[in-house]
């Protein structure tokens, strides 16, 4: 694979760097990265799988939040040029949904990495459209040995 330079606006290169496939991808760009954060994004679009009466649902939005943690790891290991693990969400302590985005909005999203050990990962997560969080959450992910 060719070193992508940031932002990553490809979504199919992006979809490359997580486990999910389509129609189950809810990150379609990568916008930051650094060894404790990442940025990513997704435009809803009404042929999202969660999306319903032009508004995103929840499902949806937790879905979108797990997956730019899995991008994180992700790209991590293509930096490395290594194959990405696959992951699961081991625990959610909390997320709060303030709006659902509509069609058409981008939601991007900033993970901080709070703790990375032994294939478990925790992190604050906070979902925005423009300026107006809409999402934040705490997850842990857990990488399949």
Same mark, same amino acid.
């Given at each position: ?7 990553? $606006?490809?979504?199919?290169?992006? !979809?490359?760097?997580?486990?999910? *496939? ?5 990150? &379609?760009?990568?916008? #930051?990265? @650094? ?5 990513? +994004?997704? %435009?809803?679009? &009404?042929?999202?799988?969660? !999306? ?6 929840? @499902? +949806? ?11 994180? $790891? /992700?790209?991590?290991?293509?930096? *490395?040029?290594?194959?990405?693990? $696959? /992951? ?5 302590? @909390? ?10 909005? !981008?939601?991007? %999203? %900033? ?16 979902? #925005?459209? +423009? &300026?107006?969080?809409?999402?934040? +959450? ?6 399949? @040995?």
């Amino acid at each position: 694979m060719e070193n992508k330079r940031l932002p990553i $606006t490809d979504a199919a290169f992006v !979809e490359t760097l997580i486990p999910q *496939k389509f129609p189950f991808v809810m990150v &379609d760009t990568l916008k #930051a990265f @650094s060894e404790n954060q990442i940025v990513a +994004g997704l %435009t809803v679009k &009404d042929t999202n799988i969660f !999306e319903n009466q032009a508004v995103f649902q929840e @499902s +949806g939005l937790i879905e979108h939040m797990a997956q730019s943690v899995a991008l994180f $790891t /992700g790209y991590q290991f293509y930096l *490395k040029n290594e194959p990405a693990p $696959t /992951g699961y969400i081991g625990s959610i302590k @909390s997320v709060e949904i303030l709006e659902l985005p509509q069609k058409g909005d !981008e939601i991007v %999203t %900033t993970v901080n990495v709070l703790q990375e050990f032994m294939g478990v990962t925790l992190v604050d997560i906070s979902s #925005a459209v +423009g &300026d107006k969080e809409i999402a934040r +959450g705490q997850m842990k992910t857990v990488l399949a @040995s």
